[in-house]
């Protein structure tokens, strides 16, 4: 019986191939886990760190997999966070505002902790989270120990934007690809994580197979409010609720995620309607959806989908978050309220 993390059921095929390249004494100094957000990189990541620290790591008999004890000293001083051979780096948080780069001063740091003799007689361990934060500077800095580091250090990269690494880093890693999880071993996780099991699929779906984005999105807001939003865009349409109404109704929640369940329906709306025999994505909402474009042309919900998209772009401006959003909804109703009867073309 342990308490050590172990990785997610869809990362057991590519750690029992690093326990079959450490068996053999064969694991890369320096590994490069690519995988899309929602995956759970840091979760294999600490483990892979836990098990290659631990002092006494256990094996399953049968599959040979080995994983940390949980129980020793190097365990414990990385439930504790205070792991002295653990090295995790991230961008820092100034007051405020979070950076978006590991700085040189960060990868300075780095190529001395690898330097140096381990304290507990083990590995020593770097994990940088996400690679793909280190500028040129950062990343040149790190090269040297990249591809000569001290004797038993470990390189952990993490990236879900491997194409924007440095080819110079990547050419020095060993590449972990990470791929989204057949459906079924994907829902069977989710099915356990989620209080209402039954929207597991949707879920999914809309994080793109991605299991741990998937039970995220089951709690965001604009998840929660989809069907609500669905029913005021339809009012709109039909002329029964106006459009500043409307955005009154939703000033509460937040822009962001207004625009991002803008965007998610309308994208459905726009495929439904120009091929009405695919599931859409929203399968539980089909027949509101139905409802919503029986009377648009594919070609005006086209049009209010780029108009979200531009919202999108306008919320990272300086523009109020309140104004851009009354101006969707004013298109919205302008544009869906043109009908070709009355002598207008439909977008
Ligand atoms: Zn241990």
């Known amino acids: 019986m342990t308490t050590a993390l172990r990785p997610y059921p869809w990362q057991q095929g590519l750690w029992d191939s690093l326990c079959r390249l450490a068996q053999d004494r064969r694991l890369p100094h320096a590994l490069l886990l690519a995988a899309p957000e929602g995956m759970g990189k840091q979760r294999f990541a600490r483990a892979f760190s836990a098990w290659r620290l631990c002092q006494q790591p256990v094996a399953d008999q049968a599959s040979g997999r080995e994983g940390a004890c949980g129980e020793c000293r190097s365990c414990q001083l990385l439930a504790a966070g205070s792991h002295p051979d653990l090295l995790w780096v991230s961008p820092e948080t100034d007051g405020e505002k979070v950076s978006k780069v590991i700085k040189i001063e960060q990868a300075r740091a780095v190529v001395d902790f690898a330097n140096q003799a381990a ?31 001290g004797r038993d250090s470990l390189f952990l990269l993490l990236t879900d934007q491997p194409a924007a690494l440095l080819a110079t880093i990547r050419s020095r890693c060993q590449l972990l690809p990470l791929s989204v999880p057949a459906p079924e071993v994907a829902l069977d996780w989710l099915r356990g994580e989620l209080a209402d099991a039954a929207s597991a699929a949707i879920l999914l779906g809309l994080a793109r197979g991605a299991p741990l984005a998937a039970a995220q999105l089951a709690d965001s807001a604009w998840f929660k409010a989809r069907s609500e939003l669905l029913a005021d865009l339809t009012a709109v349409a039909a002329g029964e609720l106006a459009p500043l109404t409307a955005a009154g109704r939703w000033q509460k929640m937040d822009a962001g995620e207004q625009v991002t369940a803008w965007q998610s329906l309308l994208d459905d709306a726009t495929q439904l309607a120009m091929a009405p025999d695919e599931l859409p994505r929203h399968h ?42 009354e101006t969707l909804w004013l298109h919205w109703g302008r544009e869906t309220r043109k009908r070709p009867a009355g002598g207008h073309h439909a977008g």
């Not at 793909?132 to 500077?137: G, V």
């Not at 909402?285 to 531009?310: K, M, Y």
């Open 119 to 149: 304290q507990l007689q083990g590995y020593r361990i770097v994990v940088l989270d996400p690679a793909h934060a280190l500028n040129t500077a950062s990343a040149n800095a790190l090269l040297k120990t990249l591809e000569e580091p």
């Open 284 to 325: 539980d909402l089909r027949a509101g959806l139905e409802r919503l474009t029986a009377t648009l042309a594919a070609q005006t919900l086209l049009e209010a989908l780029w108009q979200a998209v531009e919202a999108r772009r306008l919320l990272d401006t300086n523009v109020q978050p309140q104004s851009i959003l």
